[in-house]
Every structure is written in structure tokens, then in C-alpha cells.
């Protein structure tokens, strides 16, 4: 890194660009303005403007004023390449070739090797590097400490941190796991601090290894997990492993439920088999939903007559015998959900009730039947599954061919 002043890496980056010219007056890349060339680079401001100065009056780079794209009608001064700046950018390039260094590490963050990039930060840029590169989500740069120099890319309309997730994994990839710990502990109290992406707080909990707040958190907002059960949240929970205690059969329930709203039929097998010890009729219900998920009624009927009185077992038996084809015995195992509903209160299974009602309307022919059954699911469905119904409403309604419940 000592072969290469920040004159040569201004010249190869302004060379990326070395087609535009003054005559460019509108959408100009904001890469070619003094903050832009500082921000690629990561270096100050102020020594972008000392060097460009210098370039300037060596007759390198002209100087001009241009409109940047996205910023709307404002100009500000922005730098190209003069013939004698592209003579000696093409001269700095095939030097740098014959001395085996890697141009674009000094230049792109995508491109640069994890351990070049380490090595040629100060410790307090790789600490601040390390905090932006913990985040998933983009977060304003002035919420992250100060350094000397700027080292972390950010779009500056906005603010916001700009760090891709290949430039992520690649820099956390060579620092010590204690230290990315940390990373993301800090990153952890920052969304417990700001804002309710709790999706994000629970990831960097587990991150960090602090495994009991991350129980606590999906404990305390267990709901709003449960209505946002996505691939992500599954990974996470699954990335706490086993768990004993108070949080244990909470925690395998709401993996064992995430598994199934992503269809995972193993998934669902692992994690029944961890929920078993806590809660044996809850297990044997979601072993069951995973032989429907694999097509497999007969099996889920075969498992479900050990569980049978319960809302939940009746539903499942429902689906099954749907999928059998065998509707009025369908129609009375909905019947006896719908009563168990009506006897406690408990309306957790009524968009499932609701659900295997429409279907059971339309394998009937009655299709006015099934949309309005679907749209009272709709009142009590979680978002993820409101798009589901949505689909099948407009399925159901386009009359093209036979609708797939399932």
C-alpha cells in the first residue's frame, strides 16, 4: 500500500470515468464530485481537495460544474480526466500491473480482498468498518462514531450507510469471533434503542450470544413473530440450537409454526421432535401438518386419531380428508373445530377454519360460497398469509382452470 500515493488511486478512479468530459452537464455521476472521490477512495475531504487542487494545476483534471443524478436540478463542481490525466492514469495502471498490485482493492469495496481492505485500515476505521459491516440494514452513517478519514461508504441524499452484503460477509470474515460479537452486540442495543425491527434486534442477539434476551425478545413479542414467520426468522431461531428452561417449549412452538408457514416438512420433523418433551399433543398436531405438506393424508389422518377433541386435530383432519377427496366427512370434522371455536373463544385456528370452508365450498361448485369464506379469513389472517388469500381469491374469480388450495 506504500507504492501507491492517493494521487494514483484518484487517478484510477477518475480513469473509470475517463470517457465523460466537461461537455457532460447533466446526470453526472456523484463519483466524480470531491465528496464522491473522498467517500470511494476513503479518505478525508479535505485531502481529496489538497490533491485535486494539486491535479489541477499540473493540468491532470479539469474542473467543472454539472448536475448529478438523483439530486435533483443543482449543479455542483465535479473532476474528469484531461488527455494528460488519462496518459498518466494509463501509465499509473500498467505500473501498478507489473508491480502485482491488485488496482481495484484500491479502489471498490466489492472487489477488494477482505484482508487487504483490514490491513490497510488504522484501528479506529476497522472498528467503525466492523460496526457498519454488523448491520443487515442500512442505518444513517451519523449514527456510527466518527473517524479521521471516511471509510464507510454512504449515499449522501440520504445518509444511509451503503455496504453490500458480499463487502459484509467478506470483511466479517477475517476478523477474530470475538470481536464480531461484540459488532453486533453493539448493533443489538442500537435497535432495541431505535425504532421496532425487531426481526433485526432478535438476529443480533443471537450474533452476539446473548441466547437468554433472545428468548426474552421472542417471548415479549411472540405475536408479531409469529405473523411474520419468514426463511430469515426460521435460520435465526434455528441458530439458537437447544434450549432448556421456562423459554424452551415457547421457542420450539414458534419454530416448529415457522417451519410450517415456509412449507419446510423437515423442518417441521426436527423441530416437533424438540417441542415432544414440552408439549406431546402440540408435536404430534405439527407432525401431522408436515405428512400434509408432503402429500401425505392417509399418514396424517393415521396420526391424528391419537389426538382427536381439539380444535386443532379437527382442522388438520379436515385438510386431510379435503385432500382424500372425501368432503362430507370433511364437513363434520369442520363442524367440530368450528364448536370447539365457539365453546372456548380461542379464535387462534379460525383463518384455517375459514380457509378449509372456502375450499370445501368450491369443491361443491359454490363459488360466491368460497370467496365470501375468504374474505373472512382475510379479517383474520397474518400478513403473510392475507397475500395467500388474496391469490386464491383472484383464482377463484378469474375462472381459469382448477384452484390449488393447498
Not at 456523484?30 to 481529496?48: C, E, V
Not at 484482508?115 to 485500515?121: A, K, Q, R, Y
Not at 408436515?290 to 389426538?307: F, I, K, N, Q
Request: charged fraction near 30%; charge should be negative.
Amino acid at each position: 500500500m506504500d507504492r501507491v500515493t492517493v494521487k494514483d488511486r484518484i487517478l484510477l478512479h477518475l480513469g473509470r470515468f475517463e470517457m465523460m468530459n466537461g461537455d457532460e452537464i447533466y446526470n453526472v455521476p456523484w463519483d466524480l464530485t470531491q465528496d464522491g472521490i473522498a467517500n470511494s477512495l476513503r479518505i478525508s475531504r479535505a485531502h481529496a481537495s489538497i490533491e485535486l487542487k494539486k491535479m489541477r494545476e499540473s493540468g491532470l483534471v479539469d474542473e467543472h460544474h454539472a448536475q448529478i443524478k438523483g439530486s435533483g436540478s443543482s449543479k455542483r463542481k465535479v473532476f474528469f480526466l484531461t488527455p494528460s490525466g488519462r496518459g498518466e492514469c494509463h501509465g499509473t495502471r500498467k505500473r501498478m500491473d507489473s508491480e502485482g498490485i491488485f488496482i481495484d482493492a484500491l479502489l471498490d469495496l466489492r472487489r477488494c480482498d477482505p484482508v487487504v481492505l483490514w490491513e490497510s485500515l488504522d484501528p479506529e476505521c476497522q472498528e467503525v468498518m466492523g460496526l457498519a459491516c454488523a448491520f443487515r440494514v442500512p442505518i444513517p452513517r451519523k449514527d456510527l462514531p466518527p473517524t479521521r478519514v471516511q471509510v464507510v461508504p454512504f449515499d449522501p441524499p440520504t445518509g444511509m450507510i451503503m455496504i453490500s452484503d458480499s463487502v459484509r460477509s467478506n470483511y466479517l470474515s477475517v476478523v477474530d469471533s470475538d470481536k464480531v460479537r461484540q459488532w453486533n452486540s453493539f448493533a443489538a442495543d442500537y435497535w432495541m434503542d431505535n425504532g421496532e425491527e425487531i426481526q433485526e434486534q432478535l438476529y443480533h442477539l443471537i450474533a452476539a450470544g446473548r441466547r437468554t434476551e433472545a428468548c426474552k425478545l421472542i417471548s415479549r413479542r411472540r405475536d408479531e413473530f409469529w405473523n411474520n414467520a419468514n426463511e430469515d426468522l426460521y435460520s435465526m431461531i434455528c441458530d439458537l440450537g437447544e434450549v432448556s428452561g421456562k423459554y424452551a417449549e415457547e421457542l420450539y412452538s414458534m419454530r416448529t409454526e415457522v417451519a410450517l408457514q415456509n412449507m419446510d416438512a423437515e423442518g417441521i420433523r426436527a423441530s416437533a421432535a424438540m417441542l415432544l418433551p414440552y408439549d406431546p399433543e402440540g408435536a404430534e398436531l405439527y407432525l401431522a401438518d408436515a405428512d400434509l405438506v408432503d402429500g401425505m393424508p392417509e399418514r396424517a389422518l393415521e396420526r391424528l386419531h391419537s389426538v382427536v377433541g381439539s380444535s386443532g386435530a379437527d382442522l388438520r383432519m379436515a385438510g386431510a380428508l379435503l385432500g382424500l377427496g372425501r368432503l362430507e366427512e370433511a364437513e363434520g370434522a369442520l363442524l367440530r373445530a368450528e364448536a370447539v371455536i365457539n365453546r372456548t373463544g380461542n379464535t387462534a385456528g379460525l383463518d384455517r377454519l375459514l380457509l378449509c370452508k372456502a375450499e370445501l365450498s368450491y369443491r361443491r361448485g359454490s363459488l360466491d360460497d368460497a370467496v365470501k369464506h375468504l374474505s373472512k379469513a382475510r379479517i383474520h389472517a397474518s400478513a403473510r398469509d392475507k397475500g395467500r388469500i388474496d391469490r386464491l381469491t383472484k383464482d377463484l374469480l378469474s375462472g381459469k382452470g382448477p384452484v390449488r388450495f393447498a
